[in-house]
């Protein structure tokens, strides 16, 4: 579906399908430009979105030798499509800490480092192979490593002959990037901020603390005028900065709601941790969730779990089978 979201930019919004995926779909931004175009996002490396993509650059007419493509992050329903667009004459701006981390998993370490991290965690060696088998952000990503144009904090870029600024809100990973247009008070906000679900804040091997950092990074976003936002996944349906108030409280929240499963389970690992907590999946249970659902639930509580660390709340010791978590006991 393409639908045209705003006039002075031109701007349509692209829905690409997520098949198989919670997500459903990614809303992927094309500003045709007078003299270059631009494409924000890409969708998964997979034949739906390509599809999706090319029927709305073939109807808007989209010279990909004259488009500038800018990745909001890494994530593969974001990415997964770059190195096509880049293969057609596409010029890809990504974040330098995210396209490391790309370029690091394409040799498959990173993968295995993050699975001895998760086995260490209490995630069930069996469950590993099988999330392979099945996890979106790993068979679904760019198929080759593509040439970028680096994209750091505060630079000032000119795309679709527009006047962006580049905002790294790290935290749903390093690298993430807000695209702010301030003369129409236009913000892209990638994963950073979704209206109709809370982004995934998960433990990364590039951030002790990736959710100190995303909490910092709502911290810093909310000092600019935002009239409208286009988000990766959904819309906007309350107003910005408000939004930005819910997804704090909503750590808060559940910070204590970690604190609490440890005070209660002393000697928890991750894992257990993790089944424990509150989750919005359709009614499904922890323990009925798919190995790359588990995976990913996973992250999130270890995230929580770190800042919690960090804080002096818990603390943790190196059992012979797995990492276990206590509370820190005052006086």
């Known amino acids: 579906m393409i639908e045209r979201v705003h006039e002075r930019p031109l701007i349509y919004r692209v829905e690409i399908p997520l098949p198989e995926n919670p997500l459903q779909y990614l809303n992927s931004y094309i500003l045709p430009g007078k003299e270059r175009a631009c494409i924000i996002d890409t969708g998964f490396h997979r034949p739906e979105c390509r599809e999706a993509l090319q029927e709305a650059i073939r109807s808007l007419q989209i010279d990909l030798k004259r488009t500038d493509v800018f990745l909001t ?96 809100t790290p935290g749903h990973s390093k690298g993430h990037m807000c695209l702010y247009l301030p003369i129409e008070e236009i913000m892209f906000t990638g994963d950073h901020i979704l209206f109709d679900i809370t982004p995934n804040i998960a433990r990364w091997l590039n951030m002790d603390d990736s959710l100190k950092e995303y909490l910092n990074s709502l911290d810093k976003i909310s000092n600019y005028v935002v009239k409208t936002a286009f988000p990766a996944h959904r819309t906007q349906h309350k107003e910005f900065n408000q939004r930005i108030q819910d997804l704090k409280t909503h750590h808060d929240k559940r910070l204590e709601e970690a604190f609490e499963i440890v005070r209660v389970h002393p000697g928890s690992t991750g894992y257990e941790i993790a089944s424990k907590l509150t989750w919005s999946m359709r009614g499904k249970k922890f323990e009925e969730f798919s190995p790359s659902q588990k995976w990913f639930a996973m992250g999130e509580a270890l995230a929580h779990l770190d800042y919690l660390l960090k804080e002096g709340r818990l603390k943790k010791t190196d059992a012979d089978d797995a990492i276990k978590y206590e509370i820190i006991t005052q006086g």
């Open 73 to 168: 992050h890494v994530h593969g329903d974001h990415s997964g499509l770059a190195d096509d667009l880049a293969d057609a004459g596409g010029r890809i701006y990504m974040n330098p800490e995210d396209y490391a981390y790309f370029v690091g998993t394409r040799n498959g370490e990173t993968w295995n480092r993050l699975e001895r991290m998760f086995c260490e965690e209490g995630f069930p060696k069996q469950e590993i192979g099988l999330q392979k088998q099945e996890n979106h952000a790993r068979i679904y990503s760019a198929k080759k490593v593509f040439p970028i144009t680096p994209v750091r904090d505060g630079d000032k870029l000119t795309l679709a002959g527009e006047k962006f600024i580049a905002i790294q």
